[in-house]
């Protein structure tokens, strides 16, 4: 079976101050969550605080990018050893809004992977299609393509630290969530081609997160289809009563 993984994505928000109330509250209001796993995702200037905080709680935490470099002349950049070194255990790799402002495209991604990887970080590989993708027919052949991309080279066993997030890009922050059944559609679209790629056994323990408005009113639907295994929450993660709502899903 696989163990739903909810994670909230703050993006560019919250200061330190702000970070460490959030997560007080969170893991106060968490209680038994054995059968999830559950994960914040802060900016990098509150992952050294809340790291202590997290510690030895059900609240896992991980980054939402990284660089591919070990360390060097890159300025701005953070690398997965530096990551690592501050507990995290996950990082958001290849999210749209990386891909649209950053230049981060397929073979970027995939080296961001590949370093997160070397490192023991799990990666949560982003992919999603945009709304004349969609309209156009094309969603599921984009979406394929970038996950072939993004886990280009991987063997089976780097495949258990891998979880794959559907975020189709016009639902990502604009409260326009993808119908329950679109999305299942899509899961099992990705979880095809795992198939092709890796063989039953990998396709059948990887877990595929839904990401665009998950909120606390559609959360229990979306959780209920057969290849969804948990969310990409950034908006609905910002206020922790709906972050614990959605981590609560039944
Ligand atoms: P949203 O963002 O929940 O605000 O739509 C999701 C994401 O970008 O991960």
Redesign the pocket.
């Known amino acids: 079976m696989r163990t739903p993984l909810i994670a909230g ?1 703050w993006k560019m928000n919250k200061t330190v101050a702000e970070s460490v109330e959030w997560a007080r509250a969170c893991i106060a209001g968490l209680g038994d969550v054995s059968d999830r796993e559950v994960l914040v995702c802060p900016p990098y200037t509150a992952l050294a605080t809340l790291a202590p905080l997290l510690e030895a709680t059900p609240l896992a935490l991980g980054a939402q990018d990284v660089f591919y470099a070990e360390k060097g002349a890159y300025t701005g950049a953070i690398s997965p050893l530096m990551l690592k070194d501050l507990g995290c255990r996950y990082v958001i790799i290849g ?1 749209s ?1 990386r891909r649209q402002h950053f230049g981060d495209n397929d073979a970027i991604v995939n080296k961001k992977i590949v370093a997160a990887l070397g490192h023991g970080l799990k990666s949560i590989l982003c992919v999603g299609e945009s709304k004349p993708q969609r309209d156009g027919g094309e969603a599921e052949t984009v979406v394929t393509a970038q996950v072939r991309a993004g886990l280009a080279g991987l063997d089976a066993a780097q495949m258990e630290k891998i979880v794959i997030a559907y ?1 189709p890009i016009w ?3 604009t409260g326009d969530t993808a119908t329950a059944a679109d999305a299942q559609a899509m899961h099992a679209a990705i979880r095809a081609t795992l198939v092709g790629l890796f063989g039953d056994t990998v396709a059948a323990a990887l877990r595929i997160q839904y ?4 909120k606390p009113d559609n959360v229990d639907e979306l959780m209920a289809q057969l290849d969804i295994d948990g969310a ?5 993660s910002l206020a922790v009563e709906d972050f614990l709502r959605i981590a609560h899903f039944v």
């Not at 990409?232 to 609905?236: I, T």
């Open positions: 994505n999210h809004e975020e639902a990502i922050g990401g665009g408005s998950v990409l929450v950034g908006g609905a």
